[in-house]
Nanobody, 115 residues
Framework: QVQLVESGGGLVQPGGSLRLSCLAS????????MGWYRQAPGKQRELVADITIGGRTKYADSVKGRFTISRDNAKMTVSLQMNSLKPEDTAVYYC?????????WGQGTQVTVSS
């Protein structure tokens, strides 16, 4: 099994930045891919960004150019740098990792973008 623990959410004004981090319970060199999803009230969970062991990234169109995903295998973390935040980015953000064909999820961290 894999435990994923997110941190870094909070309240930020439009145009601001936040950095989310996800700490895995085992070396993430075996977890592929790892990514971030989000779910806003009344909406389905959607992919924000993911990254493979080889460093290939994928982003939702709505966050391209504003968000950057990265992973540090030695520190067993995957991070999401979010810049130029908009009110529509408000959601619960979940860390995700696929290990031996099974998807694992963190408990989620709230991101609220509001003035």
């Amino acid at each position: 099994q894999v435990q994923l623990v997110e941190s870094g959410g909070g309240l930020v004004q439009p145009g601001g930045s936040l950095r989310l981090s996800c700490l895995a319970s085992k070396t993430i060199g075996t977890i592929n891919p790892m990514g971030w999803y989000r779910q806003a009230p009344g909406k389905q969970r959607e992919l924000v960004a993911d990254i493979t062991i080889g460093g290939r990234t994928k982003y939702a169109d709505s966050v391209k150019g504003r968000f950057t995903i990265s992973r540090d295998n030695a520190k067993m973390t995957v991070s999401l740098q979010m810049n130029s935040l908009k009110p529509e980015d408000t959601a619960v953000y979940y860390c995700n990792g696929r290990y031996v064909g099974i998807d694992y999820w963190g408990q989620g961290t709230q991101v609220t973008v509001s003035s």
